[in-house]
């Protein structure tokens, strides 16, 4: 706009030095310009994908938080409901060993298999040390 301006006021050098100026200016490459305004878009859009990527991202591991939380809480219903039927089967073998005439091999049995559930569980939930070999 100077340049326009410059070019039309003024002494005959001076407009032709802003003829000159101007023309310079014209005949510019605007390459580097074009080329950062390019690579300040390609910038944002990358950063959008980004974005977009860790929101879907942070979702899904929302959602296998919940489901994992879910699972849990089954799985420590899982453990109670089984607790419970061991000693349920227990107070049952007791029961039975009280009574006379039982079969001594069959309860025998159920006593191995019950010592032998135990073996895989932890201390704390009833099972036992095994010894080192």
Do not use: C, M
Not at 39 to 62: G, L, N, P, S
Request: zero cysteines.
């Amino acid at each position: 706009v100077q340049l326009k301006k410059k070019r039309e006021e003024g002494g005959v050098v001076s407009r032709n030095k802003a003829k000159n100026e101007l023309a310079q200016h014209l005949g510019e490459d605007p390459l580097p310009l074009r080329r950062a305004k390019i690579t300040a878009e390609a910038a944002v859009k990358k950063a959008e994908k980004t974005t977009k990527i860790a929101a879907a991202a942070r979702e899904a591991a929302a959602a296998a938080r919940a489901a994992s939380e879910e699972a849990a809480a089954a799985a420590a219903r899982a453990v109670e409901e089984a607790a419970a039927r061991v000693e349920e089967a227990e107070a049952f073998l007791r029961e039975v060993k009280s009574k006379p005439g039982q079969a001594q091999g069959a309860v025998w049995w159920i006593e191995r298999e019950l010592h032998e559930a135990k073996a895989f569980q932890p201390e704390r939930k009833g099972g036992y040390r095994k010894k080192a070999i």
